[in-house]
């Protein structure tokens, strides 16, 4: 049990570095609120790493941590919108196995920005705000892509790592 705190703790860290990191990174894809996504490394990797409930819940710490500590009570609930249907949308397409790991980061990427366009709508009782989508679509395509490879990499070098160790 142990163990798995200590895990989680460090997917968690991770995944609160990167967030942090990424607001260092001085690349503006000079669209406003467009970002690399970086943080999604974590969650895309964790999904197959460890079970679910445990990956939503390094999800949702993260969000709730960065925002507590970096944003505001908008930017909270528009990343916990976008991260939790994120993560349910990318959870589906790789229980379904039809999609490799980048697909599911690409996926997740889209609906991340998806679900922070319909949180702003309701915010700001808006309906134009979704003339923005495209725009973030396209991002979450890209960087979903980039993400997802990355991605898979990590992935299959902590797999083999942790087979190293069971011996």
Known sequence: MAKKVAEMGVFVALAMIF???E?????HFGIP?????IANLVIVVGLYLFPAKEVFGISVVRILLMGLLFGNGVSILYSLVGGILSFFVMLFC???SVFSVIGVSVAGGVFHNIGQILAAMVVLWNVRIVSYL???LVAGVVTGALNGYLSKKISSIMLQARKQ???
């Open 19 to 21: 967030s942090y990191v």
């Open 23 to 27: 607001v260092l990174i001085p690349f």
């Open 33 to 37: 609120g467009v970002k690399l996504g």
């Open 94 to 96: 790789k229980k379904v």
């Open 134 to 136: 495209p725009v973030l």
């Open 165 to 167: 160790m069971e011996k």
